[in-house]
């Protein structure tokens, strides 16, 4: 491993100014003002391709923002790695919470802040900083082939199209992903499942425009009032989700396995204090761990309706709003949970007020298999890395398109990520630690290392 850290101590500070050039773009998906800075940013990672030794590299146009995609065979009979990441970023707002500019990176205590520094720029561009460490120093092992995409953060609409129609292109044997979290430097980890997702909007109208409180109040229902109390409605008091059937598929984990997950190094009150909560909150019966990976959820992502400016302004609103995620859980399917949220929802309506329900998108919940060769070949290059075993973990966030390769591709997903669940994705001030981006790069060439011997 010494050839490795050698060469990422020689061209640290040029891999850092790169990752700091990339996170100045602000390739946010979900705003078209971003939409020229979303393309330059497929065009830089397309040139960082082509700079670190990839061929056939193009900028794929999409009905959506671009996929970017290169490779290196080497041998055509050696296995291959399909690196999947996005360029895309979350919206920085609110800005006025931000310590630093989201798009001007900054260093503090050794950690990256940035919009984008963690969620996936930084550990997207460690892939192509390791191939490049791969292609200098005449190490690399097998066949590599990248696709970041530009809309993983509004659900990769067009990611799906692409992959059915460039089977032969994508053909690989396993995709590799750092996209996720790790539980600590002190105790690395690795993710062995992924929850599903329904996004959706809900409206609740009632006049047909804002009227005077005061004229109007107490003889016409309040669209916000009976918008907070339907959302309240959806968790009972053991805080489970009181939709119809929304637990019917849902696969309990054993006895075993529960005992397994709550063994992974934890403490309940650093995870207090690090939120700046008084108590914990969540489905009754179950650890925090279990919580946030293995079981259902439902939240309310941002609720609006009325004045909201500065001052008062005395209005009963005529519409009021909610975005709401559900995380889903084996065997959970996001079609029939989107269906079965619209149906209880429109039918615990008043018929005071009109309810409308706007699916957004959504992704299958996946479980990775531990046997695999490539996991294996994963566990050993982070025990060689970090000097100790990872511990397995199941992830709370969703990547939807894990369910797409493995139903288009046939090929199985390893989750190999650097990042901290306190790096405050798709939050102000999201950071990455500067000792992360490098340890991954020192660690994926020992992936690719031991996934070629293990495929012997």
């Known amino acids: 491993m010494s050839f490795i850290k050698n060469y990422v101590a020689q061209h640290e500070q040029r891999m850092l100014d790169e990752l700091f050039d990339l996170l100045r773009y602000p390739s946010v998906s979900a705003d078209p003002k971003y939409k020229a800075d979303v393309l330059k940013t497929a065009e830089f990672v397309a040139t960082k391709l082509i700079e670190a030794g990839a061929e056939n590299v193009e900028v794929c146009q999409t009905a959506g923002y671009p996929i970017v995609y290169g490779e290196k065979i080497i041998d055509a009979a050696k296995p291959t790695v399909l690196v999947y990441g996005h360029y895309d970023v979350q919206p920085p707002d609110p800005l006025e919470l931000w310590e630093t500019p989201p798009f001007e990176p900054t260093i503090r205590d050794g950690k990256i802040f940035a919009r984008g520094a963690c969620d996936d720029k930084g550990q997207f561009y460690m892939h192509v900083k390791a191939f490049e460490l791969m292609m200098q120093t005449n190490s690399l092992p097998c066949n590599i082939k990248f696709m970041i995409e530009g809309e993983e953060e509004v659900g990769s609409d067009n990611l799906g199209d692409f992959v059915k129609q460039n089977k032969n292109k994508l053909k690989a044997d396993v995709v590799l992903i750092s996209d996720t979290a790790m539980i600590s430097m002190e105790h690395p980890s690795l993710e062995t499942g992924l929850r599903g997702l329904s996004y959706l909007e809900v409206e609740v109208t009632g006049p047909n425009r804002d009227l005077h409180s005061g004229v109007y109040g107490g003889a016409v229902a309040n669209p916000a009032t009976i918008l907070t109390k339907m959302i309240a409605s959806l968790h009972d008091d053991n805080n489970r989700i009181a939709i119809p059937g929304f637990y019917d598929d849902v696969i309990n984990l054993s006895d075993a396995e529960r005992d397994a997950l709550n063994s992974a190094p934890y403490d309940d009150a650093e ?37 909201i400016g500065e001052g008062a302004k005395t209005v009963l609103p005529s519409k009021a709003s909610a975005k709401i995620s559900m995380r889903l859980v084996p065997n959970q399917g996001s079609a029939k949970i989107t269906k079965l949220f619209t149906d209880h929802f429109l039918s615990i309506a008043p018929p005071s007020v009109k309810v409308k329900v706007t699916p957004h998108h959504g992704g299958e919940p996946v479980v990775t298999p531990t046997d695999s060769v490539a996991y294996k070949a994963a566990q050993q290059a982070i025990a060689e890395s970090f000097g100790k075993e990872p511990i397995p973990t199941r992830g709370g966030g969703s990547i939807p398109i894990v369910a797409l390769f493995e139903a288009e591709l046939g090929i199985k997903t390893v989750l190999m990520g650097f990042g901290l669940d306190s790096d405050n994705l798709h939050s102000p001030n999201e950071k990455y630690d500067i000792a992360n981006y490098f340890k991954g790069i020192e660690t994926i060439p020992l992936f690719y290392k031991y996934f070629d011997e293990l495929s012997k």
Request: hydrophobic letters at 25%; proline letters at 3%.
């Open 271 to 307: 995870y207090k204090a690090d939120l700046g909560v008084n108590e914990l909150w969540g489905e009754n019966g179950y650890s925090t761990f279990e919580r946030t990976g293995t079981r259902p959820t439902l939240e309310v992502n941002g609720i609006w309706g009325g004045y």
